[in-house]
């Protein structure tokens, strides 16, 4: 004879304080966006910043959570790496750790930062696996004075591992993006990371092209140092959007090491690219939001 499970239903029993926090949180959020690859070393950190400096460049407010846990380098990217983190006693006794800001002096809005960077020092290596690492980024998102953001952007390392899974099942992503290089063997491994993100169902997934070509520095000519348009044939056989292309810029690998993402540097081909790729971001969110708000009164 099968043995029925007790249906006892007690309210609050089972539910974890830590992700009913984080369910409140994100109401705060406006949009919410991964940015995510197969494989490391394409640029995601880089068009994770730029994007954030972008959108706060365009006055938008916004919180960047570095979910890469073990190789975290967005506090650095965002020139933020020496802030200390404070922490405010909450009504109900807890702690919650506040986000060090960077404004890049006056320049943009600021744009708040959170990363396992500040909280270990550069040497020391995290050596956690799986269920502290899902508790480390529950505590970015949950125990983390955000407040309200037009637009949280959240960095991934590369592949489709624990940090993503534990993001996508407390946080309501409203976009993927999904970085890639030109070349074939980056794409086998993003086409992975597409085909999780529309199985986990975001409503918007996008494929950015990184390190797309190479403007000669002494023709002006644009060089396709990986191949060309890869990043584009992957969208079309996934049948998601290809947001553009970014091209490999020297600046911009010095502009990170310094702090100062490459779109602040308004002259650049990188940065006219990076702004160019926010603006459709914008647009396209804003008309999806649009169009579920539209439905929401029928149902
Ligand atoms: N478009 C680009 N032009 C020049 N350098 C780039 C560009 N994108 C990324 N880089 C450099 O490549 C390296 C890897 O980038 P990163 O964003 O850390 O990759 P990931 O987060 O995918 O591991 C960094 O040193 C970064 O500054
Ligand atoms: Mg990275």
Redesign the pocket.
């Given at each position: 004879m099968a043995i029925k499970a007790p249906t006892v239903n007690i309210s609050g029993l089972g539910t974890d304080p830590l992700e009913e926090r984080i369910k409140t949180k994100q109401e705060k959020w406006k949009y919410k966006i991964a940015v995510l690859?197969g494989k490391?070393?394409?640029?995601?950190?880089?068009?994770a910043v730029n994007l954030a400096a972008a959108l706060a460049k365009m006055g938008n407010h916004v919180g960047v959570l570095d979910a890469d846990i073990h190789g975290p380098?967005v506090a650095k990217m965002l020139g933020v790496d020496k802030a200390e983190v404070l922490a405010e006693r909450m009504e109900d006794g807890r702690f919650e750790m506040i986000p060090p800001m960077n404004d890049f002096l006056g320049q943009i809005t600021p744009i708040k930062v959170m990363s396992m960077g500040f909280l270990v020092s550069e040497d020391q290596p995290v050596i956690w696996r799986g269920p502290l690492v899902t508790k480390a980024i529950k505590q970015l998102l949950g125990d983390v004075k955000w407040g309200e953001l037009d637009f949280m952007i959240i960095?991934f390392p590369?592949g489709t591992g624990d940090e993503i899974l534990t993001v996508v099942q407390t946080v309501k992503l409203d976009a993927a993006i999904v970085?890639t290089t030109p070349q074939e063997v980056a794409l086998l491994d993003t086409g992975k990371a597409v085909n999780m993100m529309k199985e986990m169902e975001v409503p918007y997934v996008a494929v950015i092209e990184?390190?797309s070509y190479l403007i000669c520095p002494y023709c002006g000519n644009e060089i396709d140092v990986f191949g060309k348009g890869g990043g584009k044939k992957l969208a079309e056989k996934e049948g998601v959007e290809f947001l553009g292309g970014?091209?490999?810029?020297?600046k911009?690998?010095e502009a990170?090491?310094a702090g100062i993402p490459i779109v602040l540097y308004g002259d650049t081909v990188?940065a006219k690219a990076f702004m160019e790729l926010a603006g459709k971001l914008v647009e396209k969110l804003e008309e999806l939001k649009a169009k579920e708000e539209a439905k929401e009164p029928e149902s």
């Amino acid at each position: 004879m099968a043995i029925k499970a007790p249906t006892v239903n007690i309210s609050g029993l089972g539910t974890d304080p830590l992700e009913e926090r984080i369910k409140t949180k994100q109401e705060k959020w406006k949009y919410k966006i991964a940015v995510l690859s197969g494989k490391g070393g394409v640029g995601k950190s880089t068009v994770a910043v730029n994007l954030a400096a972008a959108l706060a460049k365009m006055g938008n407010h916004v919180g960047v959570l570095d979910a890469d846990i073990h190789g975290p380098n967005v506090a650095k990217m965002l020139g933020v790496d020496k802030a200390e983190v404070l922490a405010e006693r909450m009504e109900d006794g807890r702690f919650e750790m506040i986000p060090p800001m960077n404004d890049f002096l006056g320049q943009i809005t600021p744009i708040k930062v959170m990363s396992m960077g500040f909280l270990v020092s550069e040497d020391q290596p995290v050596i956690w696996r799986g269920p502290l690492v899902t508790k480390a980024i529950k505590q970015l998102l949950g125990d983390v004075k955000w407040g309200e953001l037009d637009f949280m952007i959240i960095d991934f390392p590369p592949g489709t591992g624990d940090e993503i899974l534990t993001v996508v099942q407390t946080v309501k992503l409203d976009a993927a993006i999904v970085v890639t290089t030109p070349q074939e063997v980056a794409l086998l491994d993003t086409g992975k990371a597409v085909n999780m993100m529309k199985e986990m169902e975001v409503p918007y997934v996008a494929v950015i092209e990184n390190m797309s070509y190479l403007i000669c520095p002494y023709c002006g000519n644009e060089i396709d140092v990986f191949g060309k348009g890869g990043g584009k044939k992957l969208a079309e056989k996934e049948g998601v959007e290809f947001l553009g292309g970014i091209p490999i810029d020297l600046k911009a690998r010095e502009a990170s090491d310094a702090g100062i993402p490459i779109v602040l540097y308004g002259d650049t081909v990188a940065a006219k690219a990076f702004m160019e790729l926010a603006g459709k971001l914008v647009e396209k969110l804003e008309e999806l939001k649009a169009k579920e708000e539209a439905k929401e009164p029928e149902s």
